[in-house]
Structures are given as C-alpha cells and as structure tokens.
C-alpha cells in the first residue's frame, strides 16, 4: 500500500510570500492529484501530474517520479489561498486513489 | 452546469436504521467513487466504480454497499449504520480510468448516526 506523507501539516504566510506544499510518496504511481478544500466547503481538483511541471495562475505544481516526490507552490499568496491542500497518488495496477492527510494553509493579510 | 450533486448534505439518524446517499453526475463519466473524511485520518478510499455494473472495494469498504445500474448513479447505502460511520462523505467521478483523470467531487454529505 502506498503511503502519502504531506509536510508542513500548518503553514501560516504572509499574503505575498511564496509558499512550498510538499508530498512524498512510497511505491511508484501513474498519477499524482494536487486538490484544495476551502473550510466548510467541496474539494476542487487543482492538477493532475503524471511527469513534469503544471502551471495554473499563481499555482505550480511539480512531480519527480525518481525520489518520489511533489511540490505545489503558490506565488504571491493571498488570503483567499487559504485552505487545506491534499496530495492524492493513483497506483499502476489498481484504481485506487491514496490521500495524504493535508496540508491547512493560512494567509493572513 | 457540469457537477456532481450528493443527497441529503446533512443527515442525522440512528443505528440501525438503513440509509441511502445518492450522487449522480452529468458529465457522462465513467469512473465514480466515494469517500468518507475523518479529523486526522484525511480522505479515504470507500468504494469506486469503472462502469455501469463494475464496482470493487476501497481502503474503507466495510458496513458499505454500492450499486451502479446507471452510469449517472452510485449510491451508497448503509444498511445498519453505526456510530463509527459518522463522517464526512464525498462522491466524485472522471472520466475513463480514474487514476490518471481529473476528479470532479460533490459538496459532501455529512452523516451523523446516533
């Protein structure tokens, strides 16, 4: 079974500042989900990554099949980033989606 | 409007008592799945579906049953819930194989069993 490790599990910005998310995973995988849950709200799917580098506005997300890792960044942060952001990997074999357990982002102003 | 609509949002019930979470979709997508939300142990996996009549096992599937007869319906019943289940509950679909496809999830149901 694949295990997902987010770090930080609270990270607390500045609105402006570049944020990191980071995701490791433990068994090699076909796809890697980037998703945002606002508090009190549905989960939006940001990306989906397989290889390589997404762009979104001011999100980034990235994969590294080698060491097995993600990163999401967001340049100038702004208070409406603020939520729970979970990384999700799809096995090779199996359809099964396995989550980390998230990442709660809070961007004062 | 593309989405994924779950019914009821909230439910409040009692053990035992049999219960049915509708999601259906208007995407035409293949694969749905469904998953329950707990403080500290994130989203799992409860039951997914490749297709009309296709439906396996989860991280989570036990006290839950799924039907697909309809590629646009994947309720999920609790036949004699139990406190344990109390959670948060979310319904997704994609298209073609799930893993490697974006997922498009409802608002969430929030289940609390007495």
């Known amino acids: 079974k694949n295990e997902v490790e987010q770090s930080p599990q609270n990270l607390t910005a500045q609105e402006g500042e570049f944020i990191t998310i980071n995701c490791s995973y433990s068994v090699g995988i076909s796809a890697l989900h980037w998703l945002q849950q606002h508090p009190g709200g549905g989960i939006v799917s940001l990306f989906m990554l397989s290889s390589g580098k997404k762009k979104h506005g001011r999100l980034i997300a990235t994969i590294n099949i080698q060491e097995k890792h993600s990163s999401l960044h967001i340049t100038a942060s702004h208070p409406r980033d603020s939520a729970v952001y979970i990384c999700?990997?799809?096995?090779?074999?199996?359809?099964?989606?396995?989550f980390g357990k998230g990442t709660l982002l809070t961007v004062n102003p | 409007e593309a989405q994924v609509t779950q019914n009821p949002r909230y439910l409040i019930t009692v053990t035992g008592k049999k219960l049915t979470v509708t999601c259906s979709q208007n995407?035409?997508?293949?694969?749905m799945s469904w998953y329950r939300q707990d403080p500290g142990l994130g989203l799992r996996q409860i039951y997914y579906?490749?297709?009309?009549?296709?439906?396996d096992k989860g991280d989570v599937p036990e006290g839950y049953k799924v039907s697909r007869k309809e590629k646009r319906n994947f309720p999920l019943i609790l036949e004699s819930p139990s406190p344990n289940q109390t959670s948060l509950y979310f319904c997704?679909?994609?298209?073609?194989?799930?893993?490697?496809?974006?997922?498009?999830f409802g608002d969430g149901t929030r289940l609390s069993i007495l």
């Open positions: 997704a679909s994609s298209l073609g194989r799930g893993f490697n496809q974006p997922q498009h």
């Open positions: 995407m035409n997508h293949e694969y």
């Open positions: 579906s490749m297709n009309v009549e296709v439906t």
């Open positions: 999700a990997v799809a096995g090779g074999s199996n359809y099964k989606l396995t």
